[in-house]
RNA sequence: GCCACCGUAGCUCAGUUGGCAGAGCAGAGGUUUUGUAAACCUCAGGUCGCAGGUUCGAGUCCUGUUGGUGGCUCCA
């Protein structure tokens, strides 16, 4: 007898080899009906494999997240099962869960797939789930698995074998379909009631653009249908939220196929808009000791030689501007860090100067691939609320959590509630892909991760995701559609110093190599407005938002009384209009709520005679007569407490 | 850059097997003077992304190209 062990607590006495299912069943026949797989001392396995010693377990249903990858696994394999039966003879890679759903990755050979086809493969994958086809795992020794897949001529299979040990390698079967795979699965297809295929896309084999390009089919199933119908309103309510979409409604930016893609054109309401973010971060950056600088939009082709950029960037990037007579090159700026070494450089620096903080909103220009451009959050031009610190080493981890600091007032003060703080490290294997010494990015490594641990900042760590002059602490946002973005961005750099020969005088007389933090709270400007739009879905907090109040008379009578209320409201820095169209109230307010303005002022007969005001607050009812001092002082009490 | 899909009026979209290019909103003119999410009438608006081709005839079929979308790769 073995002691297992459940989530609860209690501990139940029962023969070597019971299966998960086995105590499921003992618990409720409710409960082993939902039964995907089960977790034994933390290791997920199938819930119908024996457990033979004492252990942990806790038993995974659709509530849990490995429950859910489970299917999603056994989904892919239910998928490869449909394919092989329209297309015999295709070689199979790879077909992993995912956050939302699955993929396999399908080597089609001669056959032409379509979208279209999707739609028979799902109705196939109905039919075999079913047939509640039991996943049976088997044992294979490497060599029998080599032959199976030399039988098949599926050089993907045999190539991931080449990774696996003998002894670790096992097989499962569904139905007609059998498949190298570690597992674990469900219990059989017939957990899967309701699929969808999403999409259908190119995938290099293993992620490199130099293998072939094998068909993803990308899907998802639920357990019930009610989850997949929900979950595809779900994803339509995420696609309102889509910047590109509401940047159009609330005319912020715009496109032009002649400007050029990747380009973006700010409308008014957007370069207002994003002139307040500036001016938010400007106000937070004086506070912090930063001096505002300004620098040109080209430079010399020789900074970026200097800087190594061009060695890494030069060849896939825009290509210099050559000048008619002289034959001088100059680069579209990438970036604005070496424009403020120069300015560094401009006149001798002593210690006592230090930190030396240059800041500026400065646009550049990188040439992006066409098929990554995506609305305001992938652009070839855009602006960067950047700054550079220069200072001592032993001013750097402070510096660094005062950099932490600003971007978490900024987050918090746009509610952006989840984001990811990932710490991008070097891959020492790849050293041939970053520049500077060891004993460099040694230094700067441990810093970040030093000044994020005594910051309390729960990170994760990513090695081999640092850029190529040092490591970097990135914030990261989730879009509409549950995309990751890079926001705010700080990073170390002994690297710049060194080949701008950046110096200050210390207190000993002697010249100092200062030591460099890149940052940028927002990252760009377009991709934060981007980002800001689809978290918020349009409803911008008050401080921030174009028109804060409309004023909607009834009737035309009321148009001057109307004007006057605008007078007091501008007074006291309200942003507002008149909506003095020729129209019916009912639709001056739906425009205005969906231009999402927060407030709308009603003024007819009532109003004037009282000399009052109706107020009605965006996504809410009327809110009932008040005089326009008592509504002035809310507005205000509201931005003061947004920005606190 | 690669794979797949899409491109019709300012916007959102309809347009059968190839047979006279449509609607709603927005715009203009008029009527109406309006009470908490769309008043009414009239008008105007298009080289169907662009260039070729097939055809008696192309928004529709084919080729190329350009832009967008979903992925992959990349991301200073």
């Given at each position: 007898m073995i002691d297992i062990t459940l989530p609860d607590g209690s501990i139940k006495q029962v023969e070597k080899g019971t299966t998960a299912?086995?105590?499921?069943?003992?618990?409720?026949?409710?409960?082993?009906?939902?039964?995907?797989?089960?977790?034994?001392?933390?290791?997920?396995?199938?819930?119908?494999?024996?457990?033979?010693?004492?252990?942990?377990?806790?038993?995974?249903?659709?509530?849990?997240?490995?429950?859910?990858s489970t299917m999603w696994h056994s989904s892919a394999h239910l998928m490869a099962e449909a394919l092989e039966f329209y297309y015999p003879g295709i070689k199979l890679a790879i077909g992993p869960p995912v956050k939302n759903g699955f993929y396999?990755?399908?080597?089609f050979?001669?056959?032409?797939?379509?979208?279209?086809?999707?739609?028979?493969?799902?109705?196939?994958?109905?039919?075999?789930?079913?047939?509640?086809?039991?996943?049976?795992?088997?044992?294979?020794?490497?060599?029998?698995?080599?032959?199976?897949?030399?039988?098949?001529?599926?050089?993907?299979?045999?190539?991931?074998?080449?990774?696996?040990?003998?002894?670790t390698i096992t097989f499962y079967t569904q139905g007609e379909f059998t498949d190298l795979?570690?597992?674990?699965?469900?219990?059989?297809?017939?957990?899967?009631?309701?699929?969808?295929?999403?999409?259908?896309?190119?995938?290099?084999?293993?992620?490199?653009?130099?293998?072939?390009?094998?068909?993803?089919?990308?899907?998802?199933?639920?357990?019930?249908?009610?989850?997949?119908t929900e979950y595809l309103e779900k994803v339509e309510l995420a696609k309102a939220r889509d910047h590109r979409k509401l940047g159009k409604e609330l005319d912020l930016f715009a496109f032009s196929q002649r400007v050029g893609q990747g380009l973006p054109l700010w409308l008014p309401k957007g370069a207002e808009l994003r002139e307040r973010l500036e001016n938010f971060l400007k106000r937070a950056q004086k506070i912090g000791g930063y001096d505002q600088v300004i620098t040109p939009h080209i430079g010399s082709k020789e900074l970026y030689v200097c800087s190594g950029h061009y060695a890494k960037y030069g060849e896939d990037s825009f290509q210099p501007i050559g000048t008619p007579h002289e034959g001088e090159e100059f680069l579209l700026k990438p970036m604005n860090c070496p424009h403020h070494c120069e300015i560094f450089k401009t006149r001798p620096r002593s210690y006592k100067d230090l930190p030396i903080r240059f800041a500026e909103f400065g646009t550049v220009y990188r040439y992006e691939q066409s098929g990554e451009l995506h609305g305001l959050t992938r652009v070839r031009g855009f602006t960067q609320d950047d700054a550079h610190i220069f200072c001592t080493q032993d001013q750097v981890k402070d510096e660094f959590k005062k950099v932490i600091d600003l971007v978490l007032y900024i987050f918090k003060t746009l509610k952006f509630e989840n984001f990811k703080a990932q710490v991008s490290l070097r891959d020492k294997d790849t050293p041939d892909k970053y520049i500077g010494s060891d004993a460099n990015w040694d230094k700067a490594e441990r810093a970040i991760i030093e000044a994020a641990d005594e910051k309390n900042l729960p990170t994760i760590v990513e090695t081999g995701e640092a850029a190529f002059y040092g490591p970097k602490l990135d914030f990261m946002v989730e879009d509409a559609l549950g995309r990751e973005w890079q926001l705010g961005t700080i990073q170390v750099d002994y690297n710049l110093p060194e080949r701008f020969e950046l110096e200050y005088t210390g207190s000993d007389n002697q010249k100092h190599r200062p030591v460099m933090i890149h940052r940028a709270p927002f990252g760009s400007m377009e991709r934060f407005v981007a980002v800001l739009l689809e978290h918020c879905g349009g409803d911008f907090p008050l401080w921030l938002t174009g028109d804060q109040v409309a004023i909607l008379p009834i009737s035309e009578k009321y148009n001057d009384y109307c004007e006057k209320l605008l007078q007091l409201l501008n007074n006291s820095d309200i942003r507002g209009f008149v909506d003095d169209r020729n129209e019916k109230v009912g639709k001056k307010i739906r425009e205005s709520e969906l231009k999402k303005i927060p407030f709308m002022l009603i003024i007819g007969e009532k109003e004037v005679e009282n000399n009052a005001i109706s107020v009605r607050q965006r996504g809410m009812d009327d809110l009932g007569q008040m005089d326009v001092d008592s509504f002035i002082q809310l507005l205000n009490k509201a931005v003061e407490d947004e920005l606190a």
């Amino acid at each position: 007898m073995i002691d297992i062990t459940l989530p609860d607590g209690s501990i139940k006495q029962v023969e070597k080899g019971t299966t998960a299912m086995d105590i499921a069943m003992g618990i409720s026949e409710g409960l082993a009906r939902n039964v995907l797989a089960a977790k034994v001392n933390d290791e997920v396995i199938d819930a119908n494999r024996g457990i033979d010693s004492n252990a942990t377990l806790q038993l995974l249903t659709w509530r849990d997240t490995e429950g859910k990858s489970t299917m999603w696994h056994s989904s892919a394999h239910l998928m490869a099962e449909a394919l092989e039966f329209y297309y015999p003879g295709i070689k199979l890679a790879i077909g992993p869960p995912v956050k939302n759903g699955f993929y396999y990755d399908v080597d089609f050979m001669d056959y032409q797939i379509h979208e279209s086809d999707l739609v028979k493969i799902e109705q196939k994958m109905k039919e075999l789930a079913k047939q509640k086809n039991a996943y049976v795992r088997k044992d294979m020794s490497k060599s029998d698995a080599v032959a199976y897949f030399k039988n098949l001529e599926d050089p993907y299979k045999l190539e991931l074998l080449e990774d696996l040990e003998d002894g670790t390698i096992t097989f499962y079967t569904q139905g007609e379909f059998t498949d190298l795979c570690r597992g674990p699965h469900i219990p059989h297809t017939g957990f899967i009631k309701a699929i969808k295929l999403t999409a259908i896309a190119g995938a290099y084999w293993r992620g490199d653009e130099k293998n072939k390009q094998l068909t993803r089919i990308y899907g998802i199933t639920f357990p019930k249908n009610a989850e997949l119908t929900e979950y595809l309103e779900k994803v339509e309510l995420a696609k309102a939220r889509d910047h590109r979409k509401l940047g159009k409604e609330l005319d912020l930016f715009a496109f032009s196929q002649r400007v050029g893609q990747g380009l973006p054109l700010w409308l008014p309401k957007g370069a207002e808009l994003r002139e307040r973010l500036e001016n938010f971060l400007k106000r937070a950056q004086k506070i912090g000791g930063y001096d505002q600088v300004i620098t040109p939009h080209i430079g010399s082709k020789e900074l970026y030689v200097c800087s190594g950029h061009y060695a890494k960037y030069g060849e896939d990037s825009f290509q210099p501007i050559g000048t008619p007579h002289e034959g001088e090159e100059f680069l579209l700026k990438p970036m604005n860090c070496p424009h403020h070494c120069e300015i560094f450089k401009t006149r001798p620096r002593s210690y006592k100067d230090l930190p030396i903080r240059f800041a500026e909103f400065g646009t550049v220009y990188r040439y992006e691939q066409s098929g990554e451009l995506h609305g305001l959050t992938r652009v070839r031009g855009f602006t960067q609320d950047d700054a550079h610190i220069f200072c001592t080493q032993d001013q750097v981890k402070d510096e660094f959590k005062k950099v932490i600091d600003l971007v978490l007032y900024i987050f918090k003060t746009l509610k952006f509630e989840n984001f990811k703080a990932q710490v991008s490290l070097r891959d020492k294997d790849t050293p041939d892909k970053y520049i500077g010494s060891d004993a460099n990015w040694d230094k700067a490594e441990r810093a970040i991760i030093e000044a994020a641990d005594e910051k309390n900042l729960p990170t994760i760590v990513e090695t081999g995701e640092a850029a190529f002059y040092g490591p970097k602490l990135d914030f990261m946002v989730e879009d509409a559609l549950g995309r990751e973005w890079q926001l705010g961005t700080i990073q170390v750099d002994y690297n710049l110093p060194e080949r701008f020969e950046l110096e200050y005088t210390g207190s000993d007389n002697q010249k100092h190599r200062p030591v460099m933090i890149h940052r940028a709270p927002f990252g760009s400007m377009e991709r934060f407005v981007a980002v800001l739009l689809e978290h918020c879905g349009g409803d911008f907090p008050l401080w921030l938002t174009g028109d804060q109040v409309a004023i909607l008379p009834i009737s035309e009578k009321y148009n001057d009384y109307c004007e006057k209320l605008l007078q007091l409201l501008n007074n006291s820095d309200i942003r507002g209009f008149v909506d003095d169209r020729n129209e019916k109230v009912g639709k001056k307010i739906r425009e205005s709520e969906l231009k999402k303005i927060p407030f709308m002022l009603i003024i007819g007969e009532k109003e004037v005679e009282n000399n009052a005001i109706s107020v009605r607050q965006r996504g809410m009812d009327d809110l009932g007569q008040m005089d326009v001092d008592s509504f002035i002082q809310l507005l205000n009490k509201a931005v003061e407490d947004e920005l606190a």
